[in-house]
């Protein structure tokens, strides 16, 4: 009987509190090895304290934290961490910054500079490598800080909120890279309080506010679990919507062409897609796929992370 492999990150009832405040409550939860989990809330709600404690900066008040199946401090070489505060050596060449890091970590094998030019190039700062750690950009600097995190290759590497300073362009080609390295079969745990980037480049998700998890589940069960109840129509040529359309109890009409249909509660929503499609000629009629901001509304009731960081 084959047994499932050790989890990249197991967490279990842990607890933390920094004098009244009670960062972390009582949370438990799993990364499976090879997965792209994010690790989501607002500022605020737990997701920095809980990287810390698991990277053992800080240690938990109860509970327990297994890494890469032992402890944390016993796994750093296999860890790559990007904080949520940067810290570079400023006076030091940023190819002589990524080597030190490299070697700090256990790399060996090969001409360092080599290496960090080439992570370089991959990320468009081929000419940075003789520059000054001081003499770069802020999105020059996070670019390598990020690579700082994953040069020794690790198996789990830790993101938190990597695209943070980063312009559009920029935040486009990490998310190519961070899709990559899980491809590969890297572990990635992502903390953001952006939730469409999430949306876009996790396969799992952990939704957390005030220290307490909300949400812990793969994006297809969030879609399971969380009907939007909503049918998206389109139709050809404009026109107005048969009015006793079956389990419609609202309809929003957004143009000429384009409908809303707010489903009830106990409605077969393939039956209204169906009668949609037998009673009007559409361009597109489907089941709308609920957003991370969606579902967290509806869990907190409040605004979404983003808007709250606004």
Request: with cysteine.
């Amino acid at each position: 009987m084959t047994t499932s492999p050790e989890p990249a990150l197991r967490l279990e009832g842990v607890d933390k509190r920094f004098g009244a405040t009670h960062a972390v409550r009582d949370l438990s939860l799993v990364v499976p090895r090879g997965s792209l989990c994010g690790f989501l809330g607002p500022n605020g709600a737990g997701k920095s304290t809980t990287i810390r404690m698991v990277m053992s900066i800080i240690a938990p008040d109860a509970g327990s934290v297994q890494v890469l199946g032992s402890d944390a401090a016993h796994r750093k070489d296999r860890i790559g961490y990007l904080p949520e505060t940067r810290g570079l050596y400023p006076k030091m060449r940023v190819g002589e910054y990524l080597g030190y890091i490299a070697k700090l970590k256990g790399r060996r094998d090969g001409d360092l500079r080599a290496l960090a030019k080439r992570w370089l190039e991959r990320l468009d700062l081929g000419h940075a490598l003789r520059l000054r750690c001081r003499e770069l950009s802020k999105g020059m600097q996070q670019k390598v800080q990020i690579l700082a995190a994953l040069i020794h290759e690790p198996e789990l590497l830790i993101l938190d909120e990597p695209f943070s300073g980063l312009d559009p362009v920029n935040v486009e080609r990490l998310s190519d890279l961070v899709a990559e390295l899980r491809a590969r079969g890297v572990t990635i745990l992502f903390s953001t309080h952006v939730l469409d980037q999430a949306e876009r480049l996790c396969d799992r998700v952990v939704l957390v506010h005030h220290g307490r998890k909300l949400l812990d589940a793969t994006l297809d069960e969030v879609q399971r679990q969380f009907d939007p109840r909503t049918v998206d129509v389109e139709l050809l040529a404009p026109g107005a919507l048969a009015p006793d359309l079956p389990g419609v109890h609202a309809v929003e009409q957004h143009s000429d062409r384009r409908y809303e249909l707010h489903l009830d509660a106990d409605a077969q929503p393939q039956a209204t897609l169906q009668a949609v499609v037998a009673r009007h000629a559409v361009q597109r009629v489907a089941l709308r796929r609920l957003t991370l901001r969606e579902v967290f509304v509806q869990l907190v009731g409040g605004p979404t992370p983003a808007d709250e960081a606004a």
